[in-house]
């Protein structure tokens, strides 16, 4: 069983990360949305450092691409929108390719679905021109998430600034890679390739499945992955929450079927991010996970963000080594 953190503000200091370690962390996730590999290089030196110190030779490294995903630009100041107000998306730096779809009756979720809108209004071709009601309010802040329930948007598979990180990804000690949105095998292929042309075939590649499309072409990614992530921030805006659970007992039992490790991620432990202990049904969480064969389980906000990095990575690894041995015994 793997066990991986976020790298983030709230733990990139050298002893809470060996504290992590100690208790059992296999290794961390770097988010490339928001930080690139050379600007994070004192996070990787305090990582790479910690795990020295507690004996760990070579510890995992996984970077998160941004991939074909859609996020918010850069901001200035945050916005904080309430329910049932109005707003006109000039205030937002949208990605352009998105505007053609905003017609009237669309939802826009942002943030993991934290924020809804819906377009009410379309006047003209640009974001001034669209004018939204807020369904379900809260802060927006920049490189977050954004996704349209029901359409799929053609970009480019990786970014320029994903191939800018891939030049370098060995040089940084990255193992593995994770890809976002993975649409179909092609994505896979292609991801593989930029590896390969910067001599890094021996990273290991983690296709995130966040849509139905990539979940309905899970049998032609079995090969092409080592890895399968089930995301669910951005798989549970794809589809109406109730049916998430089923969504990930179906993709756990395919990749169990074809000898495929995957990966639970997502909100695992997303109270610890204010709470020193989690709620009974968190942990419930993770215990089903593992007894539903997962290989790994990561944490994210809890460990990147949150009050309590040390204790959330010791209710995972414990709740997870608690359903091992329950597993054993059956």
Sequence with gaps: MVYYGTLGPACADMSILRRMFRQGMTGIRLNLSHKSLESSKDWIFHFQAAATKEGILKPELLVDLQGPELRIGRMNIDLEWQDHQEVYLDSLPLPKVILPYLIEGQEILIDDGKILLRVEERLGEEAEDIRCKVIRGGKVVQRKSIALPGLSIPVPTLTEADKENLKVAKEYGVTGVMLPFVRNKEDLL??????????????????????????????????????????????????????????????????????????????????????????????????????????????????????????????????????????NEE
């Design 190 to 327: 292609i991801l593989r390739e930029e590896l390969k042309k910067n001599d890094s075939e021996d990273i290991r590649i983690f296709a995130k499945l966040e849509n139905l499309e990539g979940v309905e072409m899970l049998p032609d990614l079995l090969d092409a992955a080592d890895e399968i992530v089930i995301a669910r921030g951005d798989l549970g805006n794809a589809v109406e929450l109730w049916k998430l659970p089923r969504i990930q007992k179906e993709i756990a039992a395919q990749c169990r079927k074809a000898g495929k490790g995957f990966m639970v991620v997502t909100q695992m432990l997303s109270s610890m991010e204010v709470r020193a202990v989690p709620t009974r049904a968190e942990v419930c969480d993770i215990f089903n996970a593992v007894l539903d064969g997962a290989s790994s389980v990561m944490l994210t906000g809890e460990t990147a963000v949150g009050r309590y990095p040390v204790e959330a990575m010791s209710y995972l690894i414990k709740t997870s080594e608690e359903a091992l041995v329950y597993q």
